[in-house]
T-cell receptor
């Protein structure tokens, strides 16, 4: 089946530094990728929609200058948390959907990246 | 705006008990509905989905869900749960902008 990977699986960084998280679709091409944030014991909150070759669409309340998204190829999207602060500590999850996986409305999720900002 | 409600936040059952998790959505148009499961320490996995056709949808691991348009519901069911079904369950709907909107999730705990 369709597999989505994320790297790193967990990262600890100092306040003020930037962190890049990669999301890859391993066996299919993903025209669209989504980035979510999940707080403990809560649901997933959509942050942004990433379309290959174009600018990402951010949800209301998500700072585009803080959460930089790049979708340069059909198999890779990156989320960069710039000047991270402790309140950015969270679990970040990506999902991918696209041609060749049955239906573009079916999303396949990555395992998530645990970010801890000290 | 479209939304998804899961009223059961935490459900505790004994093994072999029957399960029904509620899910209601708010959207008047054509809906695509999903149930996802997140086992402890693992990523989200698709249990089942409804796009059109038979409103009773069969999924993996013995789960099924019924789409009742008049009630705006898509409840998840399983006739006999196992300890391995302990997980977080999320109902979701595809919005008009092809974005997934998740419910708040239901934590299922199964007593062995």
């Amino acid at each position: 089946g369709a597999v989505v990977s994320q790297h790193p699986s967990w990262v600890i960084c100092k306040s003020g530094t930037s962190v890049k998280i990669e999301c890859r679709s391993l066996d299919f091409q993903a025209t669209t990728m989504f980035w979510y944030r999940q707080f403990p014991k809560q649901s997933l909150m959509l942050m942004a929609t990433s379309n290959e070759g174009s600018k990402a669409t951010y949800e209301q309340g998500v700072e585009k200058d803080k959460f930089l998204i790049n979708h340069a190829s059909l198999t890779l999207s990156t989320l960069t948390v710039t000047s991270a602060h402790p309140e950015d500590s969270s679990f970040y999850i990506c999902s991918a959907g696209g041609q060749g996986v049955g239906n573009t409305d079916t999303q396949y999720f990555g395992p998530g990246t645990r970010l801890t900002v000290l | 705006a479209q939304s998804v409600s899961q009223h059961n936040h935490h459900v505790i059952l004994s093994e072999a008990a029957s399960l029904e998790l509620g899910c209601n959505y708010s959207y008047g148009g054509t809906v695509n509905l999903f149930w996802y499961v997140q086992y402890p320490g693992q990523h989200l996995q698709l249990l089942l989905k409804y796009f059109s056709g038979d409103p009773l949808v069969k999924g993996i691991k013995g789960f099924e869900a019924e789409f009742i348009k008049s009630k705006f519901s898509f409840n998840l069911r399983k006739p006999s749960v196992q300890w391995s079904d302990t997980a977080e369950y999320f109902c979701a709907v595809i919005s008009s902008a092809s974005k997934i909107i998740f419910g708040s999730g239901t934590r299922l705990s199964i007593r062995p």
